[in-house]
């Protein structure tokens, strides 16, 4: 592994970037490359800002959020490409094929099962969120936090840590998001866009999810699952999902949660959540090809919606005390 000090000198030896992050990105994927991008961009760097899907709506209010786009079809040379909160190279997707070339590889991440890949790497399993390691990487390396990195930044944290409420936020959590502040963060106003301003037909689709929840083993497994069907009918988009599992981890005495998406390919995404270091879903997600975290974990298993409801609820119950 390297120190913030080494990346942050290469950043600042090298001029063209190619700032990628992972498919279905999350808040903590597109704030850490709007503030990467950004702040690179106000040392006079040239700075592509590229992923797969592109900016989503729902996030379209942050800072510099034109600057991020799907990758051109034609391949660029750059002197380097950082992969951001990006657990395995193929969750870069079609931003990875648009790299011609890049003389150097950097790879930041707080994914445990992060395989380390790249030449420059920083990987802190205990960090919430990738945006909290590029706070101390811009500090390191002197790098501006201007009130639109401090945003981007801020709404990166947020997002990662439940609002500041996951077990894996700590006292340098808060330090770090009061510092933001600081330099600039509307604790309010981010706080209003990202969590009151969903369109309703997420509502809908949670009214129409909740349907579907099956609860299992005396009350410690919780899951819904959306069919293709169900998402055409009401116009769901992929980014309507995002945080509704929460609505089942939230269930006293649930363990574990569990959302299943039916994909166009034949494929599920599962989706996993877990409330207790004794159940740890990475570890059931890596039995289905998966990852992520102890606590938040996900995979894409190829099978009907029934066949991988069945399959990955009994990974569950082998994990965790199904008859207690
Ligand atoms: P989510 O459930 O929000 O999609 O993902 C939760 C966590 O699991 C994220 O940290 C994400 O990186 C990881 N994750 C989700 N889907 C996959 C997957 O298909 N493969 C891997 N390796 N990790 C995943
Ligand atoms: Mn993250």
Same mark, same amino acid.
């Given at each position: 592994m390297n120190s913030l000090a080494e990346i942050g000198r290469v950043l600042r030896a090298n001029q063209r970037f190619a700032i990628l992050s992972h498919v279905r990105p999350d808040g903590d994927a597109l704030g850490s490359q709007l503030a990467l991008g950004l702040s690179l961009e106000q040392l006079g760097k040239e700075v592509a800002i590229w992923n797969e899907? +592109?900016?989503?709506d729902k996030y379209s209010f942050m800072a510099g959020a034109e600057r991020l786009s799907r990758p051109p079809s034609e391949p660029q040379d750059f002197d380097v490409a950082v992969a951001l909160d990006t657990a395995t190279q193929n969750r870069l997707g079609t931003a990875a094929a648009?790299? @011609?070339?890049?003389k150097t590889w950097v790879n930041i991440d /707080? /994914? %445990?099962?992060? %395989? @380390?890949? +790249?030449d420059l790497v920083f990987i802190d399993p205990v960090a919430p969120a990738t945006g909290q390691i590029l706070f101390d990487l811009m500090c390191a390396a002197e790098m501006p936090v201007d009130p639109a990195i401090a945003e981007n930044l801020f709404v990166a944290i947020s997002t990662d840590t439940g609002s500041f409420q996951y077990p894996n936020t700590t006292a340098r959590t808060f330090e770090i998001g009061a510092e933001l502040i600081r330099r600039g963060a509307n604790v309010g106003r981010l706080s209003q866009l990202l969590y009151e301003s969903y369109p309703l037909r997420r509502v809908e689709l949670l009214r129409d999810l909740l349907s579907t929840m099956r609860i299992a083993a005396h009350g410690q497994v919780a899951s819904f699952s959306l069919s293709l069907e169900l998402a055409a009918k009401l116009g769901v988009k992929p980014e309507d999902n995002e945080g509704l599992i929460d609505h089942l981890r939230a269930i006293h005495g649930v363990v574990v949660a569990v959302f299943f998406e039916e994909l166009l390919e034949g494929k599920v995404r599962v989706s996993m959540r877990s409330k207790s270091d004794a159940a740890d879903v990475c570890a059931i997600c890596e039995r289905f090809g998966g990852g992520g975290h102890k606590l938040a974990a996900g995979a894409r298993v190829r099978g009907t919606l029934p066949e991988v409801e069945q399959r990955v609820l009994a990974a569950i119950c082998d994990v965790i005390d199904c008859n207690s």
């Amino acid at each position: 592994m390297n120190s913030l000090a080494e990346i942050g000198r290469v950043l600042r030896a090298n001029q063209r970037f190619a700032i990628l992050s992972h498919v279905r990105p999350d808040g903590d994927a597109l704030g850490s490359q709007l503030a990467l991008g950004l702040s690179l961009e106000q040392l006079g760097k040239e700075v592509a800002i590229w992923n797969e899907d +592109g900016m989503l709506d729902k996030y379209s209010f942050m800072a510099g959020a034109e600057r991020l786009s799907r990758p051109p079809s034609e391949p660029q040379d750059f002197d380097v490409a950082v992969a951001l909160d990006t657990a395995t190279q193929n969750r870069l997707g079609t931003a990875a094929a648009a790299i @011609r070339t890049a003389k150097t590889w950097v790879n930041i991440d /707080h /994914h %445990p099962s992060n %395989p @380390r890949y +790249g030449d420059l790497v920083f990987i802190d399993p205990v960090a919430p969120a990738t945006g909290q390691i590029l706070f101390d990487l811009m500090c390191a390396a002197e790098m501006p936090v201007d009130p639109a990195i401090a945003e981007n930044l801020f709404v990166a944290i947020s997002t990662d840590t439940g609002s500041f409420q996951y077990p894996n936020t700590t006292a340098r959590t808060f330090e770090i998001g009061a510092e933001l502040i600081r330099r600039g963060a509307n604790v309010g106003r981010l706080s209003q866009l990202l969590y009151e301003s969903y369109p309703l037909r997420r509502v809908e689709l949670l009214r129409d999810l909740l349907s579907t929840m099956r609860i299992a083993a005396h009350g410690q497994v919780a899951s819904f699952s959306l069919s293709l069907e169900l998402a055409a009918k009401l116009g769901v988009k992929p980014e309507d999902n995002e945080g509704l599992i929460d609505h089942l981890r939230a269930i006293h005495g649930v363990v574990v949660a569990v959302f299943f998406e039916e994909l166009l390919e034949g494929k599920v995404r599962v989706s996993m959540r877990s409330k207790s270091d004794a159940a740890d879903v990475c570890a059931i997600c890596e039995r289905f090809g998966g990852g992520g975290h102890k606590l938040a974990a996900g995979a894409r298993v190829r099978g009907t919606l029934p066949e991988v409801e069945q399959r990955v609820l009994a990974a569950i119950c082998d994990v965790i005390d199904c008859n207690s």
